[in-house]
């Protein structure tokens, strides 16, 4: 056994200037970031907005304490739309879930950086009195000369896995903030419904003392009825909405327990005194949008795996090993052995065809994703526009004209030029025009959070090109 040792002491001498960097790489240790400082980052930079990791195993175990204090200081209050998103990027669940993706992608590229564990091997074999002893220990230096490829595509697979995190914590913001959005016109609906239902209410009462009282025939009540029954129905169904609009927001928000009790202020944000006019809002779309850049990535990662699978197309299994064989009769054998795996069946050109077929791909598919991103965001401002423009025309023409002829109304009634019914009527018309000028106002703030998207990029969950190429690409040796 000592003899073996030797040898393989040998052996190491001869290996170790080559192999040195690669050792060195793969002593590499686990960071405690795992690229999340980045999305921090991104968060900060382009939100204002602080985000947090919870990780149990994090030196910073009392994070989630953290969070969840800032979250009951947050619900102390009637929510705003910065505080809603505050909360969205604390609490959320799912967002914390991707968030894991980065210590996954972490722990592939470093394990891309590490040598694999060395084989031992030992036999016995007897043949009449003569007995002998194999010993021997192999590694796969197919491994060692693939690592450099291996860490380059883990890398960008890495930074892709970073660039996906960010895209789905710029997403549940923009969510939660559409999602805030709605919940709050839904509250601001329903008020404006409860006042026409006690309105309708007043007047179906009115009506049935008049009727009684022979001033009305039984056609004039029942249509008195009807606005009433309309109302309630209405009224029913704004609810609905209200319920629908809260608990998307509450998912979002990630609340439970005593913390969907939260409260909204009872309207809307005022609009803006004028629209943002960003100018070359496309050019700024290719710069910053994280979808396009994460699609050049894998275009990238795919070009790289395409290198590599044209350099191991015959050489699949390439392994090296020291071995030494003792007898009871016979001097001890020391040597090495080389296995290598023979082209006869499989020359690889079906696996290079693969590997160039899913790099035309990934060049058309990130084609196909600047071009809608050039349209998206074009869409994007025109919606925007357009939203600002009605919800506009609304506030200063529609409801200022309709509180106008409303006033005059009260004026005839006062009067007594008119009767009741005359300026209940007039009030009926009005529900039109207030509802829609709600709807013109959240259709606004959605369409500005659209267009904060759009610039950003849609994120995707779905399994990348690339990763589908790095499995299909022999790092393993196998």
Request: charged residues 25%; contains cysteine; hydrophobic residues 40%.
């Amino acid at each position: 056994m000592n003899v073996f040792y030797l040898t393989r002491r040998r052996t190491a001498v001869l290996v170790l200037p080559f192999f040195l960097p690669l050792l060195l790489s793969a002593c590499a240790s686990f960071s405690n970031d795992s690229g999340f400082s980045e999305i921090e980052k991104i968060a900060k930079e382009r939100l204002g907005k602080d985000l947090q990791w919870q990780r149990a195993s994090h030196p910073d175990s009392d994070s989630s304490d953290a969070s969840n204090r800032r979250v009951q200081q947050l619900l102390g209050a009637a929510l705003s739309g910065d505080d809603a998103v505050q909360i969205a990027l604390l609490n959320n669940r799912g967002l914390q879930a991707n968030f894991a993706e980065l210590g996954i992608a972490k722990a592939d590229f470093v394990q891309s950086g590490r040598l694999l564990n060395p084989g031992l091997s030992f036999g016995r074999l007897q043949r009449g009195d003569e007995k002998e002893f194999e010993l021997g220990l192999h590694f796969n230096l197919m491994r060692v000369l693939t690592m450099p490829y291996a860490r380059q595509m883990e890398q960008r697979r890495f930074e892709h896995a970073k660039q996906q995190a960010a895209m789905q914590m710029l997403a549940t913001a923009s969510e939660t903030r559409k999602a805030y959005t709605m919940a709050v016109a839904a509250d601001q609906t329903v008020l404006y419904m409860q006042q026409v239902k006690k309105a309708a209410d007043a007047s179906a009462e009115l009506a049935r003392r008049m009727e009684q009282a022979g001033n009305f025939n039984k056609l004039q009540r029942a249509r008195e009825q009807g606005f009433y029954f309309d109302a309630v129905v209405t009224l029913a169904r704004a609810e609905q909405a209200q319920s629908r609009a809260r608990e998307k927001l509450t998912r979002l928000l990630g609340l439970t327990g005593d913390q969907i009790s939260f409260s909204l202020p009872a309207r809307l944000p005022d609009l803006p005194k004028s629209a943002e006019a960003p100018a070359n809002i496309e050019q700024l779309a290719m710069t910053q949008r994280l979808d396009v850049q994460a699609a050049r990535l894998g275009t990238e990662q795919l070009a790289q795996n395409l290198g590599l699978s044209k350099a191991t197309r015959f050489i699949n299994v390439l392994e090296f090993g020291v071995v030494r064989n003792t007898s009871n009769q016979m001097p001890t054998q020391r040597g090495y052995e080389v296995s290598l795996e023979l082209p006869i069946f499989d020359w690889g050109d079906a696996k290079v065809a693969k590997a160039e077929a899913l790099y035309m791909q990934a060049l058309h598919r990130t084609a196909e994703t600047a071009v809608n991103a050039q349209s998206e965001v074009r869409l994007a401002y025109a919606n925007y526009r357009s939203s600002f423009d009605i919800a506009v025309h609304y506030r200063d023409e529609i409801l200022p004209l309709k509180k106008k002829i409303s006033d005059e109304n009260l004026l005839r009634y006062n009067g007594m030029f008119i009767g009741v019914f005359d300026l209940l009527a007039d009030a009926r018309a009005q529900i039109f025009s207030v509802n829609s000028a709600i709807e013109a106002t959240r259709d606004f703030w959605l369409a500005q959070a659209d267009l904060e998207m759009s610039l950003i990029g849609k994120a995707n969950l779905g399994p990348s090109t690339s990763e589908t190429m790095a499995d299909e690409t022999p790092l393993n040796g196998h």
